[in-house]
């Protein structure tokens, strides 16, 4: 399972026992998400344009404010090239989600001033 460091923004690999604790983003895709292959550099925050950029910086600043070190977003975790990962994610989501400390989700815009809610 690869989780984003909520510090560095990089992605990191984990298996079985070794998954950390983690944050999970539940979020509506909108155009311009980042995607695996955007975070494969540790230049990406900062040189990509996208519009999700700002997405993932603020869910990895709230998650790490709530003292997670790692949280899972589907669009930037999932290699999607893969079709091994896809396959495992489609069929692992359910269990990512059950084991995860903490889901956040994205506010729809007009409901209330905060990005993120708990």
Request: proline share 3%; aromatic share 10%.
């Amino acid at each position: 399972m690869h989780l984003l460091n909520t510090t560095s923004l990089q992605l990191e690999y984990f298996m079985g026992n070794d998954i950390p604790s983690y944050a999970i983003l539940s979020h509506r895709w909108e155009d311009e998400e980042i995607l695996f292959e955007d975070v494969q550099t540790d230049q990406w925050p900062r040189r990509n344009r996208k519009k999700g950029v700002d997405k993932v910086k603020g869910a990895c600043l709230r998650a790490r404010g709530d003292s997670f070190e790692y949280i899972w977003i589907d669009t930037c975790c999932i290699d999607k090239g893969s079709s091994a990962e896809l396959s495992e994610a489609i069929n692992s989501m359910f269990d990512w989600y059950r084991r995860s400390q903490m889901q956040k989700g994205q506010q729809l815009p007009g409901l209330s001033s905060a990005t993120l809610v708990v």
